[in-house]
């Protein structure tokens, strides 16, 4: 009994230095001869922010109404990075909250440590500022505290000053607060966890700056520094605040532009340093369909003014690398990325995975055992029209350009009534999947679009097959064909088709339906996966699928 326990742990142990281990097929910014390349993260972190304790380095981002919220990444080095927890595992308040939240919730959250812990600051555009920490990056995280109540308050981030003193500075959200563009900052109380002055307006954007939003709060060589993003998600800059006061007056400075190159609306990030001295400065590019990718940028300090990217002209303002020399964090480290492909070889569910809203502990059975993971059908809501009204979708980010997902999964509907469907979907604004579905002459699998589901849009069949087996492959091939199209703002969008196919072996893969061109979904970028799901009936009980794996390739 004894060693099969151990050989038991073994396993589990195992199991996870795979994930923690994990080296993309499809997307690795380490070029293995001391360089990088940008994007670091092909992938929707949006809204980056960063911290370093040590030698370690804490990323989270924006994680909207997904569950787990507040996603953590890890890295050694700034190029390398593994998903080890998420700060909000369950529940966003109001925990009563079933539906899907769609581009609410969670918005530019600010990681931090002080006195020996974590701190996460986010702003929830219809309740306020909220308000975690954890002794740990992996957990447990406390539950989360609304700091400042208000509607529209937005983009917070903490600074604790020499005096004890403790502020936060924010933005507001024009569509629930009626104004935009502006900067404000209040103080807290010394344990960080409620507001003890009304907001201070300190800097208005709208001369120069409009929709100035996502501020981070720094203090350097006596100087409070506020970094915020100016000018809109696809076509801004990185604005650079600086004051002796920390209620002003600032004064401005761009830090960071797109310039000539073919990164637009570079901004919106964190400043980090090495031990050894160097500092850098993270960002996103909304590229539309993959949502806001993740770029690292070198930068100094010049006149007391940050400069990031590479300043070719000289006038303080640098522009994006493409491909730079690796921080000298004093150390090399292995190459890992976060994960992607998934055996559902463990009891919970794997960092990638995101549920479409407040998790509900009846959707879903992770047998480790047995090698698979058990999403039981659950009722669609009595408003439903589409998979867009959907809390259990089973979803992670799209991790390129161009890649493969493919999914093994075994239907077993019930027998007592039809209607029961599962899938591989990829899920936006729009969107298309394979779908099977428990009918009364069978098992049905379907190639099916939704367009602007976000507005009301039903389904359209593209094309059916009746299906003998319970068992089969699904799989869907992204592919961006490195031509651009104008945004709806004046930014630019990658055009990325999606090509569906099925196999009943595994081996042979058939194409099936039509091409699909993937869609955004509310404020992140399409993502993929599957879901399990029966009519919104009142029932004791339903079928499931049993997904085997899921695999992200070439």
């Not at 589409?386 to 259990?392: A, K």
């Amino acid at each position: 009994m004894k060693n099969k326990l151990f050989i038991f742990a073994l396993f589990i142990a195992c199991a996870v230095s795979a994930q923690q281990n994990y080296k993309s097929e499809v997307w690795v910014a380490d070029n293995g001869n001391g360089t990088y390349k940008n994007p670091i993260l092909y992938a929707d972190y949006s809204d980056p922010d960063a911290c370093r304790v040590g030698d370690d380095y804490y990323m989270t981002s924006s994680s909207f109404g997904c569950l787990p919220a507040l996603q953590i990444l890890h890295s050694k080095d700034m190029v390398n990075w593994t998903i080890i927890g998420a700060a909000v595992p369950h529940a966003l308040p109001p925990v009563t909250d079933t539906a899907p939240e769609h581009g609410n919730r969670v918005w530019a959250p600010c990681i931090r440590h002080h006195n020996g812990e974590f701190y996460i600051f986010w702003g929830d555009p219809d309740q306020g500022a909220f308000m975690v920490k954890a002794k740990d990056a992996k957990g447990p995280w406390s539950e989360p505290v609304l700091v400042k109540p208000g509607k529209g308050i937005i983009d917070t981030s903490p600074l604790w000053d020499e005096d004890g003193k403790v502020y936060m500075v924010h933005a507001y959200a024009g569509s629930r607060a009626g104004l935009k563009s502006v900067i404000a900052i209040c103080e807290l109380t010394p344990g960080a966890d409620k507001a003890i002055a009304p907001s201070r307006i300190i800097f208005d954007g709208h001369d120069n700056h409009e929709t100035i939003e996502g501020p981070k709060f720094y203090k350097r060589n006596g100087y409070y520094y506020i970094f915020a993003p100016a000018g809109g998600v696809p076509t801004g800059w990185q604005l650079t605040l600086r004051s002796k006061n920390i209620y002003g007056p600032y004064e401005e400075h761009i830090s960071l532009a797109q310039g000539k190159t073919n990164v637009n609306g570079p901004h919106q990030g964190a400043w980090v340093d090495t031990p050894t001295g160097e500092d850098w400065f993270f960002h996103f590019q909304d590229v539309g369909a993959y949502g806001r990718i993740v770029h690292l940028q070198p930068m100094k300090w010049v006149n007391d003014w940050p400069v990031m990217g590479v300043d070719k002209d000289g006038d303080g303002t640098g522009e994006p690398v493409k491909t730079y020399k690796k921080p000298n964090v004093g150390k090399t480290y292995p190459i890992t990325t976060p994960q992607e492909s998934d055996e559902f070889d463990g009891f919970t569910l794997s960092p990638q995975w995101q549920w479409h809203a407040n998790y509900n502990e009846k959707w879903a059975y992770f047998a480790g055992d047995k090698g698979f993971a058990r999403l039981y059908s659950y009722p669609v809501p009595e408003n439903y029209k589409s998979l867009w009204d959907v809390s259990n979708l089973l979803l992670q980010k799209t991790p390129a350009e161009n890649f493969t997902a493919t999914i093994k999964l075994t239907f077993k509907p019930t027998n007592k009534y039809t209607g029961e469907r599962t899938g591989l979907v990829v899920m936006g604004l729009d969107y298309a999947g394979l779908i099977l579905e428990n009918t009364s002459e069978g098992i049905i699998l379907s190639q099916l679009e939704c367009l602007k589901a976000d507005r009301g849009g039903t389904e359209k069949v593209n094309a059916q097959l009746p299906l003998k087996d319970q068992t089969i492959y699904l799989r869907v091939k992204f592919t961006s064909d490195g031509g651009k199209k104008a945004h709806a703002e004046g930014g630019w969008d990658q055009i990325v088709m999606c090509d569906f196919s099925y196999s009943l072996d595994g081996k042979k893969y058939t194409a099936m339906g039509s091409k699909f061109p993937a869609k955004e979904g509310k404020w992140i970028g399409a993502k993929l996966g599957t879901f399990c799901t029966r009519p919104g009936i009142v029932i004791n009980d339903g079928g499931w699928v049993e997904v085997d794996w899921f695999r992200i390739t070439k």
